[in-house]
């Protein structure tokens, strides 16, 4: 990867945003795409769009979202101990004596969450599923009085853990899922910049996917696409304990993934298919038979429905501090993206016909 993505990529997912509060990612994912575009917009709900060639046809949306799981402050007792709630799906299995930052507007504070040490659990507490309220966050306050000098109920927490270089072009980082898809579409937009095409490029950094893709939404809303491609996360398949039966092959370092399923328009699935063989980019499968839990599913059924792809990038360990992604399949997934773009038509069509 040009060492340029690479720093952008690692000041991004360095950066906070979880869901709600995405504010300071969408200025650093602005500023990068400022180079390859002097329209960007913003709407409402955060989400932020930069265009290429706007008057072009057909107008196509690409999404990926840059919010990122994390926790809300709910209620600080007596001796100053924080309790919160997940934003989005998190395990809470994986929390105990993790790092964070609670993030306000007086700054970063540091904590760690605490549980009950092993030493003091019966045996029978060992074996239980760990609830929320077993939890809570230390930020060394010495009351409820002086914890509420730094942290108020509503801030945002994420992870104090950041991007890592590990071996054979694997980065490790919390937040891959989906800032990374942000980062694709950002890439994007540089590969096409200075090239001829007949689209009407959106390309957008969405908002609030982890609660329900509302900011994907909103924005497909506004833009009013004739067709679009949203990228995300996938589960990558090859680790230990994963069984191919139930969740397929998936591997990382073997290209971007092409979602084919039910909710996904086939035409555009073919196309996709049929750019990345013509190219030589390697790609994966997926199979998805119902709703892909993805910006695709908002962006697909928004007005009168949209003609929408799928392009994953494979994820290990999703929903934790310590995903992992290969750097070519970022690389990939963006080139599948331009050049799925570069063959678009005016008139092109993806109606299915009766």
């Known amino acids: 990867m040009r060492k340029e993505s690479l720093t952008f990529l690692r000041e991004f997912v360095d950066t906070p945003s979880p869901t709600g509060f995405e504010h300071q990612a969408q200025k650093i994912w602005k500023g990068y795409v400022s180079q390859f575009t002097s329209d960007i917009r913003s709407d409402c709900s955060g989400n932020t769009i930069g265009l290429l060639n706007p008057q072009g046809s057909p107008r196509i949306m ?9 926790f809300m402050v709910t209620y600080i007792n007596d001796n100053g101990f924080i309790y919160v709630t997940p934003i989005g799906g998190v395990d809470p299995a994986i929390t105990p004596a993790m790092r964070v930052n609670i993030h306000n507007t007086k700054g970063v504070v540091k904590g760690t969450f605490g549980r009950l040490a092993i030493h003091m659990l019966m045996a029978e507490e060992r074996e239980k599923k760990i609830k929320w309220e077993d939890l809570w966050i230390d930020i060394g306050a010495n009351d409820k009085e002086d914890a509420e000098k730094y942290v108020q109920v509503g801030d945002p927490i994420t992870f104090d853990i950041g991007f890592e270089h590990l071996k054979n072009d694997l980065v490790m980082a919390r937040g891959f899922d989906d800032k990374m898809g942000a980062f694709v579409v950002a890439e994007t937009l540089r590969l096409l910049q200075g090239k001829k095409f007949d689209a009407a490029v959106y390309a957008t950094s969405t ?18 696409p004739d067709v679009a491609l949203a990228t995300d996360v996938t589960h990558a ?11 397929g092959l998936v591997e990382t370092g073997c290209g971007p993934v092409i979602g084919k399923g039910s909710s996904l ?23 998805d038979p119902s709703r892909t839990g993805t910006d ?3 962006i697909s059924t928004s007005r009168a429905g949209v003609p929408t792809g799928l392009i994953s990038v494979p994820n290990r360990y999703m929903h934790t501090p310590g995903e992992i992604v290969h750097l070519a399949d970022l690389e990939n997934a963006s080139k599948l993206m331009a ?7 005016k008139g092109d069509t993806f109606l299915v016909e009766i």
């Open 237 to 247: 398949t090859d680790t230990p304990a994963v069984k191919k039966e139930r969740f």
């Open 62 to 70: 690409l999404a990926g979202h840059c919010d990122e799981i994390g």
């Open 207 to 224: 908002v609030q996917e982890e609660i329900g893709l509302l900011g994907a939404r909103v924005a497909a809303f506004g833009i009013q």
């Open 339 to 345: 050049e799925f773009i570069l063959s678009l038509k």
């Open 265 to 287: 328009n086939p035409i555009v699935t073919e196309r996709l298919f049929q750019v990345a063989d013509k190219k030589k980019i390697p790609v994966q499968r997926s199979a």
């Open 296 to 298: 695709a599913d908002a």
